[in-house]
């Protein structure tokens, strides 16, 4: 759905350690989005892209930084992970007056 | 506190018949509502959607309400098969904005 692809699928990291999540988009959409999905809380948004290297945080974007140097490709960081970060990770794109379309998903487990 | 309420967590409707979808949101600036279905181990994928400007909009077994008096909208599934169940989540939007709220979502199970 709209070529994108998140990598990895599923991790496992230590507290404390850097994490990066990846997202790949073939659309040539302008905006990118990062979602984290936490039972109860729906899909809760941490940063957006609007073009390359133009971010802006979203309601949950504490521990988290992103950069985006191609139309592409948004990478998501965890600067030093947290078990409060484990959580379901959703990319997403879209154009200006389109819907999001969503990727498959990232599992990330802090233990 | 969200801005986006699904307020039932699950809802049970026999195969065949209407399933009925509800979202309240606070903010009145919002003027532009999503639904979007979600099967597990995957992405949440777009259903449909509805402006402001209207009060409902069609697509084939789906048909979403607006009650901006009331800040209220609803998914009609008509009629329900086994393959609707999956989670599903209200968004809402400024029409032309970049960022999307998403409510906490109703897990809707079709019985055959």
């Known amino acids: 759905d709209a070529g994108i692809t998140q990598s990895p699928r599923h991790k496992v990291t230590e507290t404390g350690t850097p994490v990066t999540l990846r997202c790949h988009q073939t659309?040539?959409?302008?905006?990118m989005y990062w979602y984290r999905q936490d039972p109860g809380h729906g899909l809760r948004l941490i940063h957006y892209s609007y073009g390359v290297k133009d971010t802006d945080k979203g309601e949950v974007s504490d521990g988290y930084s992103v950069s985006r140097s191609k139309t592409e490709d948004f990478l998501l960081t965890l600067e030093s992970a947290t078990s409060s970060q484990t959580s379901v990770y959703f990319c997403a794109s879209r154009d200006r007056f389109s819907p999001l379309h969503f990727g498959n998903g990232t599992r990330l487990t802090v233990t | 506190d969200q801005q986006v309420k699904q307020n039932s967590p699950s809802l049970s409707v026999q195969e065949g018949r209407i399933s009925i979808l509800n979202c309240d949101y606070t903010n009145s600036m919002f003027d532009y509502f999503l639904w979007y279905k979600k099967y597990p181990a995957e992405g949440p994928t777009f259903l449909i959607s509805?402006?402001?400007?209207?009060d409902k909009n069609e697509d084939g077994r789906f048909t979403v309400f607006l009650n901006k008096s009331a800040k209220h909208l609803s998914l009609h599934i008509v009629p329900s098969q086994p393959g609707d169940s999956a989670v599903y989540f209200c968004a809402a939007s400024f029409l032309g904005g970049q960022n999307f709220v998403f409510g906490p979502g109703t897990r809707l199970s079709v019985l055959p």
């Open positions: 509805i402006s402001s400007i209207k």
């Open positions: 659309e040539n959409h302008r905006y």
